[in-house]
């Protein structure tokens, strides 16, 4: 075989595999956030496939049984690839030290990979380069191997505060579910614990979702709890204590508010989901005045107190949903999750008092 044949194989063989093991090294081990060419590549490609299965005349439940296996496919594909190209990059490597066929130098590029033992060079050269060949394909099989418990060991801390939160607003959870149940049971104080668990909960979402961006689209246990939807109602049960409920304005709450916004701006970026910044009460929001008086008149029929002034609550809550309205959003289209439709307000089922004896010695007090 020609020289420059073998020239221009060498540094093919030699550029493809710096390609496998830095996809390989920066989507697994990598602790920040890394922009891997082709790993979107990959994740745009099978998700297209499960975009075009679980199309939109489908029920949710069906869409959401489909998505629920994208990213364990989109991580099986990762392995798959690497492992597909690291066995043309050195079959191009045994081209390149004297094997004559290509047929011949891929199967010894084979066999080299997955330690088959079938087939090896001669000479020194190709059977150090099966060595090195051997080496890398236990090496990244021992990634993807490696990655799997730190995966889900984040996915299980992310969904115990998802499954938690259904204690505090109900099935589906909302905003105004997270304050009726916590005046139900004269707790609305209480709800400092629930800000300051979250808070740390979107702290760790915001690293451990770009670090390990898989995790974005590992879809919550029940169909109807996503992770996406918790956040929404966690900020928004929040942006509406510190807007309209009739007490002092929670620390706790606005911090819970930031931390959340930050994380998802951090995951924005990444997806390239674009967001207003910076913004101010003026900012326009998806969720309309109707729907915000709306959710006002039902606290009331729940007895919590709330503030006279309609107008400068409804421009508070304004203030604060706007640092994160346009990224749930687009999250919502992106991940596929249930948007909390706000209009629900008005026909659901009250939530009344935990405690009557309590009730009737107010009574007759």
């Avoid at 451990?208 to 049960?237: E, G, M």
């Avoid at 729907?291 to 503030?307: K, M, N, T, Y």
Wanted: with cysteine.
């Amino acid at each position: 075989m020609a020289v420059w044949i073998r020239i221009i194989a060498a540094l093919a063989g030699f550029v493809l595999v710096l390609t496998v093991l830095d996809a390989a090294i920066r989507t697994f081990l990598l602790p920040r956030v890394a922009d891997v060419r082709l790993s979107r590549v990959v994740a745009k490609v099978v998700g297209w496939l499960f975009q075009t299965l679980a199309n939109a005349k489908r029920s949710y439940a069906v869409r959401d049984r489909i998505l629920s296996l994208y990213a364990s496919i989109v991580l099986l594909t990762y392995q798959m690839l690497w492992l597909v190209l690291s066995v043309l990059a050195f079959t191009l490597g045994f081209i390149a030290l004297g094997v004559t066929t290509f047929i011949r130098a891929f199967e010894i590029s084979g066999s080299s990979l997955l330690t088959l033992g079938t087939a090896s060079g001669t000479g020194a050269g190709q059977i150090a380069l099966g060595y090195v060949e051997a080496a890398v394909g236990l090496t990244l099989l021992a990634l993807l191997i490696a990655f799997i418990p730190t995966l889900y060991s984040a996915f299980q801390r992310r969904e115990i505060s998802v499954s938690r939160l259904s204690v505090r607003a109900g099935v589906p959870a909302t905003p105004w579910g997270i304050l009726e149940i916590a005046e139900s049971v004269k707790s609305l104080d209480g709800l400092e614990e629930l800000w300051r668990e979250w808070e740390q909960w979107f702290i760790e979402v915001g690293e451990t979702h770009t670090t390990l961006t898989i995790l974005n689209y590992y879809r919550s246990p029940t169909p109807d709890q996503t992770w996406i939807t918790s956040a929404a109602t966690v900020l928004d049960a929040a942006a509406l204590f510190n807007s309209a409920v009739d007490q002092t304005p929670s620390a706790m709450a606005g911090l819970c508010i930031r931390s959340g916004w930050l994380a998802l701006r951090r995951l924005a970026d990444y997806f390239r989901v674009p967001y207003p910044n910076p913004v101010s009460r003026s900012t326009p929001i998806s969720i309309s005045r109707a729907e915000f008086d709306g959710v006002l008149a039902r606290l009331e029929q729940s007895g919590i107190p709330l503030v006279a002034d309609r107008e400068a609550a409804w421009c508070d809550f304004v203030g604060w949903r706007a640092n994160y309205d346009a990224i749930i959003e687009a999250f919502f289209e992106l991940f596929t999750c249930p948007r909390t439709d706000w209009n629900l307000a008005a026909v659901q089922p009250l939530v009344g008092p935990s405690n009557e004896r309590g009730k009737q010695q107010d009574e007759s007090r």
